[in-house]
């Protein structure tokens, strides 16, 4: 079967871009240095592909990266799923490998505490599937966060629990509760999750996206220049229903996928990658928004009461299911910031090759959700249409209170066709100068003078500097640490959010204000590729070194703290008088 390049529809040749090399000329020194030798983390995804020559679709999609402070020390963790490999006599039998958790031991030093923290194996010593994506929550409200694991053919649950219920000093470790939380049947291939309080309980409960119906019975043989074998793309294969779990309260989740409204599967439907949690019309209640890969992306707007979980689907009429002509793109990355600081998440997606990447500004009113094509207007169409964009996310890396990003790029495909993009990419960085963007890809530092075949994605204060670091994982290829070291003299201000009695905080708005300028940050699930980035929030403020926080939780109550000074984090806990230090 000859196809055409890649996953998107094909087009018009597109401009020159920075895939073939580091992005856009820029004088300014490096924003970020490579720390992966110097930190000890030697995780490495794997697809397979080094096992057996299939070129399936199932080799295409890598992992994420997910952060958690599993222990509670205040510096954050990092863990990786780990892939897997095909076995058998044929090469068939798809595994997995083990996935890693590395401990965060301050200094810019990580140390493997995968067995130790019991996520060597599932329960039962059971081996890993094959793996792709993380999402983190406190999923029981006991306030140690959990993490949900996802691939080919299951899902995984890990409970946070102590290593010694009588000995809290003896540090925690995790627990397979898959089948005991209910969540151990009915997932065909699940990609990136995200877990968020749905209808007002308190409890977060679980979206799943899932991909397309691929098995070995359905894997047909492509090419893209009439001769080469390579992977199919996603058009060749039916999308499967997304799954959305109630949270019971009790240690349990149910299935409401029916009851909620979700989208069925089929060929023009679902396929999805990406998925991103926040309130984009500022009611309160955490709406979903879901990447899809050549087909409709979907926004799902929360209309759901305690115990019942509801959705109803805007994505064509609130102007995020396509691009500005009208045409599904092959959606992978996203997240939402407020780059153009109107106090409304904007969404943004990373695309595919010969496609533009999405901005759509929020231009929502109560009851009413609706977006703007900003990719042009926001200087983002200088990128070109030569990367096959997957991690990303919302940062201010030079601390100058406007938010930047961060694209990691790859292709989807093995071999990739003369004058297409590349198989391995560089990664893109852009400034952003007051609502419109610049390519600064060269402040990317050592990293990005090199291609790679990039996947998940997180951004993370590791060293609690104030200064956003990447995470960034690969396709068998070590995965990359970048310390963020841009924003020299400027200040900045963390907020760690917790809700009444450990409830879920996703969907809480947070405005910094100071000199007549405000800033706006969002409690979000889910973002980026596969991965889950450090729940914290951070203000680059500039010269600024104090100003007021207003924070405003999901039910609506209101809370301001006044003269709050730059150069530390803050834990606001909801309903308390004064933030902690």
Request: hydrophobic share 35%; glycine share 14%.
């Amino acid at each position: 079967m000859s196809l055409s390049q890649g996953c998107g529809p094909a087009a018009s040749p597109p401009p020159p871009s920075g895939a073939g090399g580091p992005a856009a000329a820029d004088t300014e020194p490096a924003a970020f240095e490579e720390m992966t030798a110097a930190s000890g983390i030697l995780a490495t995804y794997r697809n397979g592909e080094d096992t057996a020559d299939h070129m399936s679709i199932l080799e295409s999609l890598g992992g994420g990266v997910g952060i958690i402070d599993y222990d509670g020390d205040g510096q954050p963790d990092v863990f990786f799923p780990g892939g897997g490999v095909f076995a058998g006599k044929d090469k068939k039998e798809i595994t997995g490998n083990s996935c890693k958790l590395y401990r965060n031991a301050g200094g810019g030093r990580f140390r493997d505490v995968t067995a130790a923290a019991g996520l060597a194996t599932l329960a039962g010593g059971k081996p890993w599937f094959y793996s792709h994506a993380v999402a983190v929550g406190d999923y029981d409200r006991d306030g140690w966060p959990d993490l949900l694991v996802t691939g080919w053919r299951a899902v995984a649950l890990f409970r946070n629990v102590p290593v010694d219920p009588v000995d809290p000093g003896k540090g925690r470790r995790f627990e397979d509760v898959t089948a005991a939380a209910g969540l151990g049947t009915g997932i065909t291939w699940a990609t990136s999750a995200a877990f968020a309080d749905f209808d007002g309980d308190g409890y977060p409960d679980l979206y799943v996206c899932q991909y397309v119906d691929w098995s070995w019975a359905k894997n047909p043989s492509c090419t893209y220049d009439g001769k080469t074998p390579d992977t199919c793309p996603p058009k060749n294969f039916d999308g499967l229903p997304h799954k959305v779990y109630r949270n019971t309260g009790r240690g349990t989740f149910v299935d409401a996928s029916a009851e909620a409204g979700l989208k069925p599967g089929g060929p023009n439907e679902s396929k999805g990658l990406g998925v991103v949690v926040v309130d984009v019309d500022g009611d309160g209640r955490p709406d979903v928004y879901v990447t899809n890969d050549t087909v409709d992306n979907y926004l799902y707007i929360n209309q759901s009461v305690p115990g019942r979980i509801r959705f109803r689907e805007e994505g064509l009429t609130a102007g995020v299911a396509r691009d500005d002509q009208g045409r599904p793109n092959g959606s992978m990355g996203t997240d939402a910031g407020d780059p153009d600081r109107t106090g409304r998440p904007a969404l943004w997606v990373t695309n595919y090759e010969n496609e533009l990447h999405a901005l759509y500004g929020n231009e929502s009113t109560p009851g009413r959700a609706f977006f703007t094509f900003r990719t042009s207007a926001a200087g983002i169409a200088a990128l070109g249409q030569k990367h096959v964009g997957w991690g990303t996310g919302f940062l201010d890396y030079d601390l100058d209170g406007w938010e930047d990003l961060f694209v990691a790029n790859g292709h989807a495909i093995l071999r990739p066709v003369p004058g297409a993009a590349p198989r391995k990419q560089f990664p893109v960085l852009l400034h952003n100068q007051k609502g419109r963007f610049r390519i600064a890809s060269r402040q990317v530092g050592d990293y990005g003078r090199q291609p790679h075949l990039a996947r998940g994605l997180a951004i993370a204060d590791l060293d609690n500097d104030g200064r956003p670091d990447v995470v960034i994982s690969h396709v068998n290829e070590p995965a990359a640490i970048l310390r963020g070291i841009g924003g020299v003299g400027r200040h900045w201000l963390g907020v760690d959010l917790r809700g009444r009695d450990h409830a879920c905080v996703v969907g809480t708005r947070v405005v910094f204000e100071a000199d007549g300028q405000r800033q706006t940050r969002f409690a979000k699930g889910g973002g980026s590729y596969g991965s889950s980035g450090d729940r914290r929030l951070l203000f680059g403020l500039g010269q600024t070194t104090s100003g007021r926080l207003t924070v405003t939780w999901p039910d609506r109550s209101e809370q301001t703290f006044d003269a709050v000074a730059a150069d530390q984090y803050y834990r606001i806990v909801q309903g308390k008088s004064r933030p902690e230090t």
